[in-house]
């Protein structure tokens, strides 16, 4: 716990029910969050997350998820309407920024705001652009298996060819959350890729969608939009990969919504050209 250098202003870790704090906040900002995004969210980094008091009560809160001594996400950054503009928010993004120290942070922001994150050291790598469309029932030839049916470090190995550090306890818990389906993509007992589509406030999300090529990435979206067929369906996919875009416009979806993906530092070296749909905006 620590103390802000204003007297108005306390910042202190989070337990895990303000975390379910934070995203009903994000569900108010209309950033359809998950039902069960809390429990994954904070088991990624527990000492990461951190909310603001007045008084007692609750004015804002950020995420800043250390993942390893390498690797960060800032997310979750919000001040309440009434008390925006008094520099409340500065002094708890300054805090997370401090708790991530020299790691490589990156964070998906509102695109208005990429001129304020510039003067706090991040650099534009990419947009990520929101599809939002219906699911679909389509026949889907890959053998595709639950995630639960194939070993746990090879999913997670697999994972982390598209992500930028190890997470595995926030995806033991992603892949069993409730109102969620985990899948994988298998071929002679190799993963090929791996997709989750979960229930959120709008509807159903996938994320993440990770897949050797398009067609495997096209199977697996079509076998998690067919378990939501006749719902609304949503999925983060980042503008330079040009094959993912193509799918989802394949699919009858159009873009909803869009953020800048930015970096303190070079953009990580993962297969970004595997990377179909984002986890989540709030931790990469």
């Given at each position: 716990?620590?103390?802000?250098?204003?007297?108005?202003?306390?910042?202190?870790?989070?337990?895990?029910?303000?975390?379910?704090?934070?995203?009903?906040?994000?569900?108010?900002?209309?950033?359809?969050?998950?039902?069960?995004?809390?429990?994954?969210?904070?088991?990624?980094?527990?000492?990461?997350?951190?909310?603001?008091?007045?008084?007692?009560?609750?004015?804002?809160?950020?995420?800043?998820?250390?993942?390893?001594?390498?690797?960060?996400?800032?997310?979750?950054?919000?001040?309440?309407?009434?008390?925006?503009?008094?520099?409340?928010?500065?002094?708890?993004?300054?805090?997370?920024?401090?708790?991530?120290?020299?790691?490589?942070?990156?964070?998906?922001?509102?695109?208005?705001?990429?001129?304020?994150?510039?003067?706090?050291?991040?650099?534009?790598?990419?947009?990520?652009?929101?599809?939002?469309?219906?699911?679909?029932?389509?026949?889907?030839?890959?053998?595709?298996?639950?995630?639960?049916?194939?070993?746990?470090?090879?999913?997670?190995?697999?994972?982390?060819?598209?992500?930028?550090?190890?997470r595995h306890a926030f995806l033991r818990r992603w892949i069993a959350q409730p109102d969620s389906l985990a899948l994988v993509a298998l071929a002679a007992g190799e993963i090929r890729g791996f997709g989750v589509v979960r229930a959120c406030c709008v509807g159903h999300?996938?994320?993440?969608?990770?897949?050797?090529?398009?067609?495997?990435?096209?199977?697996?979206?079509?076998?998690?939009?067919?378990?939501?067929?006749?719902?609304?369906?949503?999925?983060?996919?980042?503008?330079?990969?040009?094959?993912?875009?193509?799918?989802?416009?394949?699919?009858?979806?159009?873009?909803?919504?869009?953020?800048?993906?930015?970096?303190?530092?070079?953009?990580?070296?993962?297969?970004?050209?595997?990377?179909?749909?984002?986890?989540?905006?709030?931790?990469?």
């Amino acid at each position: 716990m620590s103390q802000s250098s204003s007297s108005s202003l306390r910042i202190r870790t989070m337990t895990g029910t303000d975390v379910a704090i934070a995203l009903a906040w994000a569900e108010a900002q209309g950033w359809n969050p998950g039902w069960h995004d809390a429990e994954c969210f904070y088991a990624a980094d527990p000492n990461g997350f951190f909310i603001g008091e007045v008084g007692g009560a609750p004015v804002a809160c950020l995420s800043a998820v250390a993942y390893d001594n390498a690797f960060g996400f800032i997310g979750l950054y919000i001040v309440k309407p009434e008390w925006r503009g008094k520099g409340l928010g500065m002094q708890l993004w300054k805090h997370g920024l401090g708790y991530l120290a020299n790691r490589n942070i990156g964070l998906d922001g509102v695109v208005a705001q990429q001129g304020n994150y510039r003067r706090s050291g991040f650099q534009l790598a990419y947009r990520n652009i929101r599809y939002g469309g219906v699911g679909q029932a389509r026949p889907h030839s890959e053998r595709v298996v639950r995630a639960s049916d194939v070993p746990f470090e090879q999913l997670a190995a697999y994972d982390r060819r598209y992500f930028p550090a190890e997470r595995h306890a926030f995806l033991r818990r992603w892949i069993a959350q409730p109102d969620s389906l985990a899948l994988v993509a298998l071929a002679a007992g190799e993963i090929r890729g791996f997709g989750v589509v979960r229930a959120c406030c709008v509807g159903h999300k996938i994320g993440p969608l990770f897949a050797n090529d398009a067609q495997v990435a096209t199977n697996l979206f079509d076998a998690l939009s067919a378990a939501v067929a006749g719902q609304p369906l949503f999925i983060d996919v980042p503008e330079v990969n040009a094959a993912a875009l193509q799918l989802a416009e394949r699919h009858g979806m159009s873009s909803v919504f869009e953020t800048a993906r930015m970096y303190t530092q070079a953009p990580p070296g993962i297969e970004l050209r595997g990377v179909f749909g984002v986890t989540t905006f709030e931790l990469g």
